[in-house]
């Protein structure tokens, strides 16, 4: 099955600053992404995402290597209809009604009126601006321009759909639109390419993940196979406990909180739990609950980090 998209050896450098020094912005970039895969892009600012982004859609041109979509070089303006592309900061034309930014859009593609039509009724309630359709731009919400920025780039109805940081600036509410227009997206069998660096969203979207830092890919692949199985933690809470006898469960934890009219002990290794519940047992101490604690993509992202900075 031809990738959506393939990237080989990608490599760019630029020139910043007043003595125009070069700096590696992206560093021998290889990936592979099937089609149909919601994939999310993981770094911190300047690790280069939307440098990568912008190779992707042709608005930059890589120092070395190359990126191709569904088997065709990016700079192939065929392919350039099977993409639909959201920009971190895009702008908006606010003297337009969401309606009449969204005919402009389809418009450049060569939609037919009666075509146009069709889709943006489709699009406007995908997104749910039914009620702000006929606005003009300039009084939307951070939310809503981002939601209309999602429409214009399904307009074209494209296979691939590519968003540089989605999520970002929203409130909770606004990221759980954007999530769930990703999720259907996903369920119709579009691939989606999304930056963020809001981990939390990643975990709940994506089938696959890539973390870049500093320009280098440190890892990518399924989430199931990057979340190690391994238990990081445990937390016991417990009720009805003396501080006396709090004094002979102290040492086999790794820290004690008071929780609850209780407390709760973190263990860090499994095999002590077996000889902690035996003898909490024993001092007939209340156990509310046993929770284990497995590794986060947060805990990976973060590893990562300090991996690539130490």
């Known amino acids: 099955m031809t990738p959506a998209i393939e990237i080989k050896h990608l490599t760019k ?10 700096v590696m912005a992206l560093s021998d970039l290889n ?14 600012n300047g690790a280069g995402k939307t440098t990568t982004i912008k190779l992707l859609t042709g608005l930059s041109f890589p120092t070395s290597g190359e990126a191709l979509i569904f088997g065709r070089p990016v700079s192939d303006i065929s392919v350039r209809m099977k993409i639909g592309f959201l920009p971190e900061r ?12 969204l005919h ?20 406007i309630e995908l997104v749910g601006l039914k009620e702000k359709a006929g606005e003009q731009l300039r009084k939307y919400s951070k939310g809503m321009l ?10 074209n109805d494209p296979e691939l759909i590519i968003l540089d940081e989605p999520m970002s600036g929203l409130d909770p509410m606004g990221r759980k639109q954007v999530r769930d227009i990703i ?27 890539g973390i870049i830092v500093q ?47 209780g407390y709760v002990l ?14 909490l047992q024993a001092e007939k101490v209340q156990i509310v609950s046993i929770i284990p604690h497995r590794e986060t993509l947060e805990d990976i992202f973060m590893e990562e980090i300090r991996g690539r900075q130490s």
């Not at 402009?104 to 699009?123: D, H, P, Q, S, V």
């Not at 933690?233 to 008071?258: C, D, H, N, R, W």
């Open 13 to 22: 450098k630029i020139r910043s600053g007043f003595l125009m020094k070069e």
């Open 31 to 44: 990936l592979s992404i099937p089609p149909g895969t919601a994939f999310g892009f993981l770094g911190p």
């Open 90 to 101: 895009p702008y908006f034309y606010d003297y337009l009604s969401g309606t009449e930014y």
């Open 104 to 123: 402009f859009c389809g418009e450049l593609f060569g939609m037919t009126r009666a075509a146009r039509n069709k889709k943006i009724t489709k699009l």
């Open 146 to 155: 981002q939601r209309i920025g999602l429409a214009q780039a399904l307009i």
């Open 183 to 209: 999720l259907h997206l996903k369920g119709q069998g579009k691939t989606v390419f999304f930056s963020t660096h809001v981990l939390s969203d990643a975990e709940m979207i994506c089938d696959q993940v």
């Open 215 to 261: 320009g280098s890919l440190q890892s990518v692949g399924d989430l199931e196979t990057l979340l190690s199985p391994k238990t990081c933690s445990i937390e016991v809470s417990i009720k009805g406990v003396s501080e006396s006898a709090l004094s002979l469960f102290k040492p086999m934890a790794s820290s004690t909180k008071i929780a609850d009219e």
């Open 266 to 279: 973190r263990i860090d290794d499994a095999g002590i739990l077996p000889k902690l519940l035996a003898l």
